[in-house]
């Protein structure tokens, strides 16, 4: 039996570092090495799933994507390698996504950003992410959907969830 037949979805996790303390992630009691996907790795694990058919590749895990200097060019590697049919997405908290690097993974042809932030206050981000951050990470949502018009583009697709 062929499972790869019937995947849709693969999640590819570049790395497992992170800079939050989510109450609804098991990355505290994470016990494996963390670090970062080398691209040779990347690409291998491209290369042998580029048949499978699939709808998503989600680059995500228990890891912040942001941390990855060598982000955008995965992506790039993805767009160029997987199937046309087949979106690249990327999960982050977005406290490190600058202009800059939605610059970069726009330009490397990434269909889809997933914004991992449920809170709406300081108090309930603070409870739900482990973090201080709240103002910088709102801050760094509502500055993409222009600086994704400014460069003329309707990608990537940004999608966010939020609790209450």
């Not at 995500?60 to 390698?81: M, R």
Request: glycine share 4%; aromatic share 6%.
């Amino acid at each position: 039996m062929d499972v790869t037949k019937n995947l849709k979805i693969l999640e590819v996790e570049n790395t497992n570092l992170c800079n939050f303390k989510c109450c609804f992630c098991p990355h505290e009691k994470m016990q494996r090495k963390q670090g970062v996907m080398d691209m040779q790795l990347f690409r291998k694990t491209v290369d042998e799933v580029k048949e499978w058919n699939l709808q998503y590749l989600l680059i995500t895990g228990l890891g912040e994507p942001l941390f990855d200097s060598g982000l955008a060019e995965k992506v790039k590697y993805a767009k160029e390698n997987m199937p046309k049919s087949c979106r690249i997405s990327v999960t982050t908290n977005a406290s490190l996504l600058t202009k800059k690097k939605f610059i970069e993974l726009s330009n490397a042809g990434l269909d889809e950003l997933r914004i991992s932030c449920y809170a709406t206050s300081l108090e309930s981000f603070k409870k739900l992410h482990g973090s201080e951050e709240f103002e910088k990470v709102k801050e760094n949502i509502v500055n993409l959907k222009e600086i994704r018009k400014s460069l003329g583009k309707t990608n990537p697709v940004i999608c966010m969830g939020l609790l209450k």
